[in-house]
């Protein structure tokens, strides 16, 4: 998977998207992430990515030019899959989103900012619309963090137990049940006998009912999905 990230705040990744199993899927070559800074493509002699809205209003527009120059000069390289622009009237992202999102192989993220992008760039360059949830953040590059961070762990070989993506909580709309390590007993708190009990099928049986009850206990809409 490759992950072409666009943004005019590139230091905002320094941090996020070097640690961890984002970057051991890197190092692992499984996973390649550039991140473009859109001022990088702007033909102004200030190199300026924004400007004020037609018709007035509060708040700058990102403009359609670096935009464009910047995807043209991407899509000469290599075919993209998606363009996926990052804003909060987009698609709430899901696990299932995820999972589809996961088997394409390069994919353009485009992280928004003030007042948004101009709405050419979303008719006619993007092709889909992502938000994480319904609330709004000052940018697009949080949202696209989350979204690469979600896409890269469900890359096969990126985790070290390959199964274990599988039995995530959303994976078949049901939470996770409660896992325990030792010691057995703290404080007078006892983890459940059936897990000390050795007994494989009987503990999958208890894992699956816990999972059914937490979640009609803590989300019983991801039932009726
Ligand atoms: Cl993708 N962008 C912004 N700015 N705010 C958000 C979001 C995205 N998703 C939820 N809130």
Redesign the pocket.
């Known amino acids: 998977m490759r992950l072409d990230i666009l943004t005019c705040l590139p230091e905002l990744f320094d941090g996020p998207m070097n640690q961890s199993i984002v970057r051991r899927s890197m190092d692992k070559g499984l996973v390649e992430i550039e991140i473009h800074n859109i001022r990088d493509y702007s033909n102004h002699k200030q190199k300026s990515v924004d400007d004020y809205a037609f018709g007035g209003g509060a708040g700058m527009v990102l403009t359609i030019e670096p935009i464009d120059n910047c995807i043209t000069a991407l899509r000469k390289k290599r075919n993209y899959d998606e363009v996926i ?4 009237d ?1 698609k ?2 899901n696990q299932g989103i995820a999972n589809g999102l996961s088997l394409k192989q390069n994919m353009i993220l485009l ?3 003030y007042k948004g992008v101009d709405q050419r760039v979303r008719d006619h360059l993007v092709t889909r ?12 590059e ?3 963090m ?2 690469a961070d979600a896409l890269i762990r469900l890359v096969p070989g990126v985790l070290n137990d390959e199964s274990s993506a599988l039995t995530d909580s959303f994976q078949d709309n049901l939470l996770a049940p409660p896992v325990y390590s030792r010691p057995a007993e703290y404080k007078g708190w006892k983890v459940p006998d059936i897990l000390l009990s050795g007994h494989e099928a009987r503990i999958e049986a208890w894992r699956h009912d816990q999972s059914v009850e937490l979640t009609k206990k803590k989300r019983p809409d991801l039932l009726d999905e």
Request: charged share 5%; net charge negative.
């Open positions: 622009y990052l804003t909060p987009g709430t992202l992280c928004g900012h619309e992502i938000s994480i949830g319904d609330y709004v953040l000052s940018g697009g949080l949202a696209a989350v979204l």
